[in-house]
Nanobody, 120 residues
Framework: QVQLVESGGGLVQPGGSLRLSCAAS????????MGWYRQAPGKQREYVAS???????SYSDSVKGRFTISRDNAKNTVSLQMINLKPEDTALYYC??????????????WGQGTQVTVSS
């Protein structure tokens, strides 16, 4: 059973910073990509950032230059450093991982989400 667990969310003032982390655990054979999505109240889930299949990084235009994604392959973790946060960054942030369990098919897994609220 594969699990993704996010942490690091919270309440922060505009202009502040937060660091989100996500750890993948369980029976994992190989992780292809990991990334972050978010969903604000009343809106659809949207892409935030991820690692590409060749190991590069990709960001949505709304967070480019403010968010940085990083990864620790040895620990199966992915982090999202967020600076200069804006009220419009308020959302439930989800981690996902495209991976293969031993003997199983390649599949995308999702965490339960961590809340980020940017407000004064």
């Amino acid at each position: 059973q594969v699990q993704l667990v996010e942490s690091g969310g919270g309440l922060v003032q505009p202009g502040g910073s937060l660091r989100l982390s996500c750890a993948a655990s369980g029976s994992i054979f190989s992780i292809y990509t990991m990334g972050w999505y978010r969903q604000a109240p009343g809106k659809q889930r949207e892409y935030v950032a991820s690692f590409t299949s060749n190991g590069g990084t990709s960001y949505s235009d709304s967070v480019k230059g403010r968010f940085t994604i990083s990864r620790d392959n040895a620990k199966n973790t992915v982090s999202l450093q967020m600076i200069n946060l804006k009220p419009e960054d308020t959302a439930l942030y989800y981690c996902n991982a495209d991976l293969r369990a031993p003997g199983g098919p390649r599949k995308v897994y999702w965490g339960q989400g961590t809340q980020v609220t940017v407000s004064s």
